[in-house]
């Protein structure tokens, strides 16, 4: 039962670089997020998805994109990656919104030089 | 909107002490609140999570919470510590939207 998977979970880009961050889950859930911790600042929302198809946007989702062209799959792209983009990236999962237990992958560590 | 306010980024007790993590939400009633515990190196799991069945929940490894609305508190507590209890807290409040909004973490240090 593999729940949350994030691939890769290490990366170095240089500045101005693109990459694709790939998350999958494997419980049939309908909610999606990506958020990124930031040391002293907690999780922030990045993106996030109600369901196969659909994207939106959380609190901090400048600099980034989404997709979810299939249910158990959510990816997040940085086109022009930035020094500040320099964090620990987490998917997680959920059956419902907010109010359900979300489920979250290992996290991706992500170093723009 | 709603915020989530956590006091103290590090707290360390003695092995068998009390353990105490401390979370206070904005004044306006939220839905939901939870608290998740995050081991080095992982992602965040459940700890427990409150739906205003009760104001005392239980969760997983012996932690509780405790609701007090007069408070707008939202305290983590377990009666005894154990080294495996190291790790980094934090605790989160379902927004009008039904988005989490989360606080900004309280790492648990266990002293031998």
């Known amino acids: 039962n593999a729940g949350v998977t994030q691939t890769p979970k290490f990366r170095v880009l240089k500045t101005g670089q693109s990459m694709t961050l790939l998350c999958a889950q494997d419980?049939?859930?309908?909610?999606m997020y990506w958020y990124r911790q930031d040391p002293g600042m907690g999780l922030r929302l990045i993106h996030y998805?109600?369901?196969?198809?659909?994207?939106a946007k959380g609190e901090v989702p400048d600099g980034y994109n989404v997709s979810r062209l299939k249910k158990q799959n959510f990816l997040l792209g940085l086109e022009s990656a930035a020094p500040s983009q320099t964090s620990v990236y987490f998917c997680a999962s959920s059956i419902q919104g907010a109010d359900t237990e979300a489920f979250f992958g290992q996290g991706t560590r992500l170093t723009v030089v | 909107a709603q915020s989530v306010t956590q006091l103290g980024s590090h707290v360390s007790v003695s092995e068998g002490a009390l353990v105490l993590l401390r979370c206070n939400y904005s004044s306006s009633v939220p839905p939901y609140l939870f608290w998740y515990v995050q081991y080095p190196n992982q992602g965040l799991q459940l700890l427990l999570k409150y739906t205003s069945a009760a104001t005392l929940v239980k969760g997983i490894n012996g932690f509780e919470a405790e609701f007090k609305k007069s408070e707008t508190s939202f305290h983590l507590t377990k009666p005894s510590a154990h080294m495996s209890d190291a790790a980094e807290y934090f605790c989160?409040?379902?927004?009008?939207?039904?988005?989490?909004?989360w606080g900004a973490g309280t790492k648990l240090i266990i002293k031998p």
């Open positions: 998805s109600v369901g196969e198809g659909t994207t």
């Open positions: 989160a409040v379902s927004d009008s939207n039904y988005q989490l909004i």
């Open positions: 419980m049939n859930h309908e909610y």
